[in-house]
């Protein structure tokens, strides 16, 4: 069975940056498509694909919103995963999970079966 576990969040102030870690156990980074998504407070928001990246085929994709500010990347030695963020904004503020799946980079949350429990982003203004 897969095993994710993030790290990395906390709180920080408009504008600034963070990185985030997927740590994954039991893959192969060869046969897994690895994704981050992030869920904001409140009643009614659903989870959203923010990143993903697949190195069996090289496919990387960015939710919209976070394109030019978020980059995706991987140590696959280490079968680490990392979301850097710069330019935080309120907006990103949310519980951020890492999600694995055997098929291919997608930002679409049915498509993971395997997901980390996630990691508290805030971003104050």
């Known amino acids: 069975e897969v095993q994710l576990v993030e790290s990395g969040g906390g709180s920080v102030q408009n504008g600034e940056s963070l990185r985030l870690s997927c740590a994954a156990s039991r893959i192969n980074f060869d046969d897994y498509a690895i994704g981050w998504f992030r869920q904001a407070p409140g009643p009614g928001k659903e989870r959203e694909g923010v990143?993903?990246?697949?190195?069996?085929?090289?496919?990387?994709d960015y939710a919209d919103s976070v394109k030019g500010r978020f980059t995706i990347s991987s140590d696959a030695a280490k079968n680490l995963v990392y979301l850097e963020m710069a330019g935080l904004k309120p907006e990103d503020t949310g519980v951020y999970y890492c999600?694995?799946?055997?098929?291919?980079?997608?930002?679409?949350?049915?498509?993971?079966?395997?997901w980390g429990q996630g990691t508290q982003v805030t971003v104050s203004s």
């Open positions: 999600a694995a799946t055997p098929y291919f980079c997608s930002l679409t949350v049915p498509e993971f079966g395997s």
């Open positions: 990143s993903c990246f697949s190195k069996g085929d090289g496919a990387i």
